[in-house]
């Protein structure tokens, strides 16, 4: 996969609609597993969010290919742009989580939407993923 040049354009285009990417931390010193974390608001400043939050996604997992990213929905409900994103990221070969108000794409109950966790296993590759609730590896797909 590899870096891509529009992969700084990509992130930067998230952060200055109001979506926050950021290094949430490291899981494992020793073998450098780290969580790349994007928080998304409500409504975003821009036309396309979903089309963001895919660029962001994208740019992240070709910049670091190992690490897990997480897509935090701050809002209260879950907005469209979400699945959106997911839908068109299918195939791709990410290592994404998806988490919002308590729920996840994967782990243990309670889960988000069926729709919603289908289109991540079918963008992401096979692996482990870091569960930021649980605290715990978790199968990607």
Known sequence: MGYDS??????????????????SGTVEADDQV???????PSLPDSQDNGKLLANAIEALTRIYPGDTVWVDVLSEDLPQYVQDAVDSLVGFGTRVIITHNGSATH????RLAEALCNAVRRANVGGALWHP?????VRSF
Do not use: M, Q, Y
């Open 107 to 110: 782990g243990n109950d309670p």
């Open 34 to 40: 780290f969580v790349h974390s994007i928080k998304c």
């Open 133 to 137: 609730i649980e605290k715990e590896f």
């Open 6 to 23: 529009r992969d700084t354009a990509a992130i930067n285009a998230a952060i200055a609609a109001g979506f926050d990417c950021s290094l």
